[in-house]
């Protein structure tokens, strides 16, 4: 194993080994000396001053000692060592030397141009000397993301950037900006050696992957002022925190009278921040804001969209902040002329300042969609009215007490000094590097008033939010799940009952509390997921009585996705109803693949068993490192491909595997790598599992053709000895088992919906698909009180399953399809299809494409998916007739 490894990275292992010399030459942890540095270090001096051209490489092997030499053997190892597992040795070194010389030299060419016209910047870190591996690991590694699949192509390219744009920003050390400049260059570099077929544009990511993403970006951007601890020169736009660790403390009076003078120096504004930051709650002030940030991320990492909106909000507030203190103050009172610098430069670092906060604001606002957890009204209103509160009631004590203890602060303060400095108390200190200071305290009280008052506002901020955040629903909802969890577990419940879990659901129950229905209202449309749960009879008498909680509401219900016997109960009740489509029920004690009708299956599993597949029942909790984020690059590379967004409501996703009452049939090949995952939602009677529905199915790109059904035939088998007494296939939206179907105004715009899908989806390539499997037909149905009600009803439909999908963008995606084509007929009987009959693969000329039957469940299902089935397809491919 470890030999093969190391013919696997032969160039990570010179690498480290020119990386270890390095360490022998700069006396490991001590560091080098400065004869050492000189001579292999690079910058601006070193190759514009003294030619030496060779610098940009061999520092590239160097570091400064101490902790930077055990994290950049790490980073060898670790990113240089995947980085050449994807694309391969020859290409990791090019990208190695060819990134690192990018990186250094034009970084260089900048500094030669901001020297040239006086700029601040490159004439105060001309002299330095930079050693940094990291320069070129960075752009090897975004070299490499080319390479990668849609999930960690993303994920490398998001974090990467992030994190080298907040080094550049908030330190602003030479080898940031290299290292800024390496990574634009490993980005390019990688697409000239790994050409895709279309532009380079940014692909489409499940809910899951973006709410991760989004939660990096977030946290980075808030652990930022952080990285100033570890800068030598903390000249980065937005680094004033770096200023905690120098030595000198001016006194309080004596730098305001010093700083009195129009001509304000460096060392001036320097000593005026360092007074700001005197004690613990000016540091608070500068933290708390951060913190803030945090909780956002864990907010947007657990799904909910208040973690969204507090992210927005901090950051719209520092970008208004910073436009605010750094443009517009020195244009309306007093101006602050820095000296020795110029106004260009200025406002450079002001638009950074303003202009980075805004946009990951924006970038956090645009993708509100893949948020589907909402805090409930009353958390929402609690909320702000209780930061408000702390705001009025905080600045109200500051502008009193301060006027009270006027004469306590120096110069002597009156009451439109307080009302003018009030803002500031609130800000925090590093986005007042630019404005001088009016007074200052002189005793504990004004103290108190002067350094406390905004600490104990963004405390105040910060622990209510965290207490939202951390409550992942409301009370009444943790409530609603454990009871209808228990209900579904103990009376039990459908064969799609089990939907009734996932969150974004509302709970109601039967006055006898024997019977739940899990809904959502969407509009004035009250949807449910399936029947009601609980005993029959219960569940029966609960359609009626939930009629009438809706209607005390003002809201239309739909029960959706029901079968016969509680259609019957709604049709008694005067509702109209139509058909949403079959549901597929194969009988594990009945299972057999003899005969002429098993064909494809069993040369499926032939296939399967000589290629060394085997398969794995298993639950998420229980999945491996390694097999969990091959699942999760399975279903990011299907993602990624689709033209409509992921859809919910009824459809599982990554996040419903998680679950651990929810059963996985995996696909692992000869290398124990996942090629192909399937998972089953239970159904319960009297406390024990009699069934299983199948939801989330999906494969690897370059799956084998028919693992769909090697997977379907095992789970069967599964079941079979494990005494279960149904498999449901879920259902084959749209499409009919042999049942004539109405031919209502309804059906007949559900049949043309259909149709319009079709190349997209594949309804009724993904019925034929099911049909292999020789299953019973189960009608689902769709019932509501008022035919009038049709048009919010289906607009209700669509926003449930894409939140994210506007009117306007249905109809555009729809014309863009073209024209519809009748719809085909579903054969009486099912045919003995040929392995060959569903092709995996994509077949030249002009045929149309629709997703492969055999990587999902209900496919089609997104967004008009009656009665949902398993969750998504996996690629497209033409359906042979």
């Not at 000296?339 to 509100?368: C, K, R």
């Not at 879990?501 to 129950?509: A, I, K």
């Not at 099912?830 to 496919?859: C, F, K």
């Amino acid at each position: 194993m470890v030999r093969k490894t190391l013919r696997r990275h032969p160039t990570t292992i010179v690498l480290v080994a020119l990386t270890l010399v390095g360490a022998v030459l700069g006396r490991g942890f001590l560091g080098p000396t400065s004869s050492v540095s000189f001579a292999l270090g690079t910058g601006y001096e070193q190759v514009v001053g003294f030619h030496r051209w060779w610098t940009p490489l061999t520092s590239a092997f160097l570091t400064d000692g101490g902790l930077d030499l055990p994290l950049v053997i790490i980073a060898m190892v670790v990113v240089v060592g995947a980085a050449e597992r994807l694309m391969g040795s020859r290409r990791t070194a090019i990208a190695f030397v060819t990134t690192a010389l990018a990186g250094v030299v034009v970084g260089v060419v900048v500094q030669s141009v901001g020297s040239a016209l006086g700029e601040l910047w490159s004439r105060r870190v001309s002299e330095i000397v930079t050693l940094d591996p990291m320069t070129a690991i960075a752009g090897t590694i975004m070299t490499a993301s080319a390479f990668a699949g849609p999930l960690w192509r993303r994920r490398i390219r998001v974090v990467t950037g992030s994190i080298v744009l907040m080094f550049l920003l908030y330190a602003g050390d030479p080898s940031d900006l290299y290292r800024s400049l390496a990574t634009l260059a490993g980005l390019g570099l990688g697409v000239a050696l790994h050409p895709t077929d279309g532009p380079l544009r940014w692909q489409r990511s499940s809910h899951r992957e973006m709410r991760v993403l989004l939660a990096a970006v977030v946290a980075i951007t808030a652990i930022g002022p952080a990285i100033t601890v570890f800068s030598r020169v903390r000249l980065g736009a937005l680094a004033p925190l770096g200023l905690l660790l120098t030595d000198a403390r001016p006194g309080g009076v004596s730098t305001v009278d010093e700083c009195r003078a129009l001509a304000i120096t460096h060392a001036c504004l320097h000593d005026m921040t360092l007074e700001r930051i005197s004690g613990v709650g000016p540091v608070l002030l500068t933290i708390l804001p951060m913190l803030t940030l945090l909780v956002a991320a864990l907010g947007l990492l657990r799904g909910r969209r208040f973690g969204a909106w507090l992210a927005i909000g901090v950051n719209v507030t520092l970008a208004a902040l910073a436009a605010y203190f750094y443009g517009l103050l020195p244009l309306v009172g007093d101006p602050v002329r820095v000296h020795g610098t110029h106004y260009w430069e200025v406002t450079i670092s002001l638009t950074a300042s303003v202009l980075l906060p805004l946009a990951i604001a924006l970038f956090v606002l645009a993708n509100l969609r893949h948020l589907r957890l909402r805090a409930s009204r009353e958390t929402a209103v609690r909320y702000i009215l209780t930061v408000a509160i702390a705001l009025v009631g905080l600045s109200l004590l500051y502008v009193g007490g301060g006027w009270l203890l006027s004469s306590r602060f120096h110069p002597r303060v009156g009451l439109a000094d307080l009302l003018l400095d009030l803002p500031e108390r609130f800000v925090p200190i590093g986005l007042l590097k630019v404005d001088r200071l009016a007074f200052l305290p002189t005793d504990t009280a004004t103290h108190f008033l002067y350094y406390w008052i905004g600490p104990v506002f963004w405390l105040t901020v910060v622990v209510g939010a965290l207490l939202v955040v951390l409550r992942a629903r409301t009370a009444d909802d943790v409530a609603g799940s454990a009871r209808i969890r228990s209900l579904l577990t103990g009376v039990g419940g459908g064969s799609l009952s089990y939907w009734a879990t996932w969150p974004g659901n509302s709970y109601w129950f039967s006055r006898s509390g024997e019977a739940g229905v899990a809904y959502r209202v969407i509009g004035d449309v009250a949807i449910t997921s399936s029947e009601p749960i609980g005993a029959p009879d219960a569940a029966l008498a609960a359609i009626e009585e939930f009629a009438t909680f809706c209607d005390d509401n003002g809201w239309t219900p739909v029960f959706y996705s029901i079968h016969e016997r509680y259609l019957a109960e709604c049709e008694r009740l005067g509702w109209s109803s139509m058909g949403v489509g079959d549901e597929t029920v194969v009988l594990p004690q009945q299972w057999k693949t003899t005969g002429k009708r098993w064909q494809d299956v069993r040369s499926s599993i032939n296939r399967a068993e000589r290629a060394g597949v085997r398969a794995v029942w298993t639950t998420y909790p229980s999945l491996s490192v390694a097999h969990a984020a091959q699942i999760g690059e399975i279903s990011e590379a299907w993602v990624a491909e689709k033209e409509l967004p992921e859809m919910g409501f009824t459809l599982g996703g990554m996040d419903e595997l998680h679950d651990p009452a929810v059963g996985l049939m995996l696909a692992c090949d000869a290398d124990d790598r996942v090629v192909a995952v399937t998972s089953w939602l239970p159904t319960y009677r009297d406390g024990r599992i009699v069934g299983w529905t199948l939801d989330f199915m999906r494969r690897a790109p370059d799956g084998m053709n028919g693992i769909m059904e090697f997977v379907i035939a095992r789970a069967a088998e599964q079941f079979r000895d494990d005494g279960i007494e149904f498999m449901s296939l879920s259902a084959a939206p749209l499409a009919h088992g042999g049942v004539e179907v109405e031919q209502s105004a309804a059906a007949r715009t559900l049949a043309f919906v259909g149709a319009r899908l079709e190349p997209v989806y594949g309804f009724r390539s993904l019925f034929a698909f099911k049909r292999k499997f020789q299953p019973e037909f189960r009608p689902l149905a769709m019932a509501y009180p008022d035919p009038l009600a049709l048009p919010a009803i289906g607009l209700a439909l669509a926003r449930a399953y894409v939140p994210s999908l506007s009117v306007r963008g249905g109809i555009r995606f729809l014309r863009s399809l073209g024209p519809a084509s009748a719809p085909a007929p579903v054969p009486a009987a099912p045919p003995a299809l040929a392995p060959e009959t569903i092709d995996p693969r994509p077949a030249p000329g002009p045929a149309v494409a629709v997703p492969e039957p055999n990587s999902a469940a209900h496919g089609a299902t997104r967004g008009t998916d009656p009665a949902p089935a398993p969750s998504e397809t996996q690629e497209s491919v033409p359906v042979k007739t």
